[in-house]
């Protein structure tokens, strides 16, 4: 007997972003398959598959957002569910990676806890994940199983080509992002210049700009980097580059966490008249300052979606420009 094998796509969302994940599902032409989550009374998380999954290639949608351990548990538990339902290959979907700024040991005695979520979406099942904008582009050495890579820039890229400033100059707010400046600089055709800053040791979420290295006297300054936080680094970088002479100053960003006093430091910053991210996690209403603008991600996730379940390049969608 010989049996001709039929593909099928089923793809599953946590409930962290229900937006994103029915964006990108109606992106692909699909429905969301039933994941049925409720919580027991002590808060335990419980899931049953609404559909057979046996022998689907299957991709468990989730971003780390919102209660981070919750996001990531829920989804630790789904995939377990969809192994233990011999779904054929199961994809993590992690728009947003927790931990990912967890990627070293700054100091001693401390955990590389983006490691730790590695090998626990492994342990769990996973075989393959994809993620936008890691912290990092060493965490995909944290796996022994293939990551997708994706970067959100083509859609910031997009966005520029609508709204194109005058005299535009990109600027990394550290060291660390110039790479991903440059990149985009080369992109929309501007110039690149990048904040020297350094963080007191021994603490977390303050930063201080030092210095600008590069041309920003009056220029359209466009801050680039890949998540926004408390937002200590973008308004001190702001403020210090119109120090130095910036005409504007906006803020790019793909993760948009916007944990307090973020979205009131930002609202309040006078250096800056504009801040664009995307939708890669849950954005409540407090957060939706008037300046802040959102693009969607949907479209990007959905190609690299379907390039992975019919086997063809995710590279490709982006030219081969999604690597750190």
Known sequence: MEL????????????AHPQLAADIATALGV????????????????????????????????????????????????IDAAKRASAKRITAVCPYYGYS???RKAEGREPITA?????????????????VDLHTGQIQGFFDIPVDHLTALPVLEAYIADNAPENPVVVSPDAGGVKAAKRFSTQIGADLAFVNKFRPKGTANQVVAADVIGDVDGRHCILLDDMIDTAGTICAAADILVEHG???????????????????????????????????????????????????????IAKAIDAVFEDASVSEIFGGENQK
């Open 246 to 300: 910036a005409a504007d100053v906006w803020v790019m960003a793909t993760h948009a966490v916007l944990s307090p006093p973020a979205a009131e430091r930002l609202a309040s910053s006078a250096a800056i008249s504009r801040v664009v991210v995307t939708d890669t996690l849950p954005l409540t209403d407090d957060k939706r300052i008037d300046k802040l603008e959102v693009l969607s991600v949907a479209d990007l």
């Open 4 to 15: 001709v094998t039929k593909k099928r796509l089923q793809v599953y969302a946590g409930r």
């Open 31 to 78: 429905e969301l398959g039933e994941t049925n989550l409720r919580e027991f009374a002590n808060g335990e998380l419980h899931c049953r598959f609404g559909q057979s999954l046996r022998g689907a290639d299957v991709f468990v949608l989730q971003t780390h957002g919102g209660k981070v351990n919750h996001s990531i548990m829920e989804q630790l538990i789904m």
């Open 115 to 131: 490691k730790l979520v590695a090998d626990m979406l492994q342990a769990a099942g996973a075989d393959r994940v994809v993620s």
């Open 101 to 103: 700024r967890q990627d």
